[in-house]
């Protein structure tokens, strides 16, 4: 297993966000966390990431305990983290906020692996295009995927992804939803937090639906797909 979240309570105050939840995702595996508003999906994501701190339970990422350390740890033990909201550094360049993304201000040439802006180009052709122009020009569906890309500068194993074609247009989920795709076809696990059920079962192997601060269901795509009864239970469709 990769990411392994045992029995992890997370509080707001004294309001419990996180009851015990469960749940793993393996190598190259598209994972999805789903659930109507407010179930604890973010939240969820913000604790691995450390950004909220659970109350307990446990989170191994790679082997390692995780749980406690501070984002920037977490971030270079090999996750990626796309926020609901979109980062971009508006006043900075495409190119700029790609490189902001690279852990120690330096690509790592000693890993062979490692992505570099040329690849990131060949994954979004339009960077390449508008290289010198601001973040803060590009559409809402663009500065997603400056994000997404700015994260895989910094070599994630696993890209935690939350509700990434939220306000997007139907071509802007498209192409978002295939950048996933080469995503994970390149190697690497994706935990993705959706709204668009379709587009989250058109890539996920495996979903986790979530009811309030709890995991209800764990199945394959395929299983859910055949299962409208739980779908309607835990999702708006
Ligand atoms: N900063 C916060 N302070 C207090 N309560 C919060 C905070 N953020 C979220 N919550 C509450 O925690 C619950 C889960 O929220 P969240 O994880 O954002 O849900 P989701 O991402 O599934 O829509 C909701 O009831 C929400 O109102
Ligand atoms: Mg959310």
């Given at each position: 297993m990769l990411l392994e979240v045992s029995e992890l309570n997370t509080y707001y105050g004294q309001s419990r966000?996180?009851?015990?939840i469960n749940f793993h995702v393996d190598e190259g595996e598209v994972v999805a966390l789903l659930g109507r508003n407010g179930m604890g999906k973010s939240t969820t994501l913000k604790s691995i990431m450390g950004l909220l701190k659970p109350h307990s339970g446990q989170i191994r990422f790679n082997g390692r305990d995780?749980?406690?350390?501070?984002p920037y740890k977490v971030a270079r033990a090999g996750i990626g983290y796309v926020p609901?909201?979109?980062?971009?550094?508006?006043?900075?360049t495409v190119l700029d906020n790609l490189k902001m993304g690279i852990k120690g201000g330096k690509?790592?040439?000693?890993?062979?692996?490692a992505w570099t802006i040329e690849r990131i180009f060949e994954h979004f052709p339009f960077m390449k295009e508008r290289t010198?122009?601001?973040?803060?020009?590009?559409?809402g569906g663009e500065q997603q995927m400056l994000t997404i890309g700015r994260t895989l500068m910094g070599n994630p194993r696993l890209l935690m992804v939350d509700?990434?074609?939220?306000?997007?247009s139907p071509i802007m989920v498209k192409e978002v939803r295939n950048v996933l795709e080469q995503i994970s076809k390149a190697g690497i696990a994706i935990l993705l937090v959706e709204h668009n059920y379709k587009m989250a079962i058109s890539i996920a192997h495996r979903v986790y639906l979530m009811g309030k601060a709890h995991i209800g269901y764990s199945g394959t795509a395929a299983e859910l797909e055949a299962d409208a009864e739980t779908r309607k239970k835990y999702l708006e469709v």
């Open positions: 966000a996180l009851q015990n995780i749980m406690g350390l501070n609901e909201e979109r980062r971009i550094f508006p006043n900075l690509i790592d040439k000693s890993n062979p692996n010198h122009q601001k973040g803060g020009h590009l559409s509700e990434p074609t939220e306000g997007l």
